[in-house]
């Protein structure tokens, strides 16, 4: 079963410092979503990417975090200047069409120090 | 936007007993209602889902209700067991064709006890 892998796994920063979390959708997916769960909470929507450029974004998609396709593979998050309350677990998704085929990946532990 | 409601928040049912998990949502737009279940430490994985033009769906033990005037949600367990334990959370989008973005519940953290 096609799958979407993220990496790393678990990632430690300083207070400060630069992220990017990585993503590889499946590979016939025409539509990408990261999303954040802080420990213990509920899963919470940061932003959809479509055609190369951003479908939509949540208030928590602020002017630190930014999305790109690099290539034909890859999905990246990155976060310019980390915060401690940016500590979450960060899923990638993607879709076929719409909400056709949604698929999370395994995330990304983000622990901010 | 969508607000989705979720209880309850915890859940403790015998082995073999059922469990019934309740969503509400928001904007009547909303046309695709997901169910993940998420273990510890783990991805949400979709378990069932249900779109609007449809009241009942069912696959084994698990089974979904929607109530569209009512603008709720159910997920029915039945015949529980102890590997049925774990967060689950319900969902909930308008699939428009373009990107469809999820509003999740709060979940619910089942528990099947032997």
């Known amino acids: 079963e096609p799958e979407v892998t993220q990496t790393p796994s678990h990632q430690v920063t300083q207070m400060g410092q630069e992220v990017i979390l990585r993503c590889v959708p499946i590979?016939?997916?025409?539509?990408f979503y990261w999303y954040r769960q802080i420990l213990g909470q509920k899963v919470e929507f940061l932003v959809s990417f479509y055609n190369n450029e951003i479908s939509e974004k949540s208030e928590i998609f602020d002017d630190q975090f930014s999305v790109e396709r690099p290539d034909g593979s890859n999905f990246t998050l990155k976060i310019r200047s980390t915060k401690l309350e940016d500590s979450a677990m960060y899923f990638c998704a993607s879709s076929i069409f719409g909400a056709d085929g949604y698929t999370f990946g395994s995330g990304t532990r983000l622990t901010v120090v | 936007g969508e607000n989705v409601e979720q209880h309850p928040s915890t859940l403790s049912v015998q082995e073999g007993d059922s469990a019934v998990i309740k969503c509400t949502y928001s904007?009547?737009?909303?046309?695709?209602f997901p169910w993940y279940k998420q273990e510890l430490g783990k991805r949400p994985q979709l378990i069932i889902d249900i779109r609007s033009n449809v009241g009942e769906k069912k696959d084994q033990r698990i089974a979904v209700t929607l109530n569209k005037t009512a603008k709720h949600f159910s997920l029915h367990i039945t015949e529980t067991q102890p590997e049925d334990s774990a967060v689950y959370f319900c969902?909930?989008?308008?699939?428009?064709?373009?990107?469809?973005?999820?509003?999740f519940g709060t979940g619910t953290r089942l528990q099947v006890t032997l």
């Open positions: 590979s016939n997916h025409l539509y």
């Open positions: 904007d009547s737009a909303s046309n695709y």
């Open positions: 969902a909930a989008t308008m699939t428009t064709g373009t990107a469809s973005k999820l509003t």
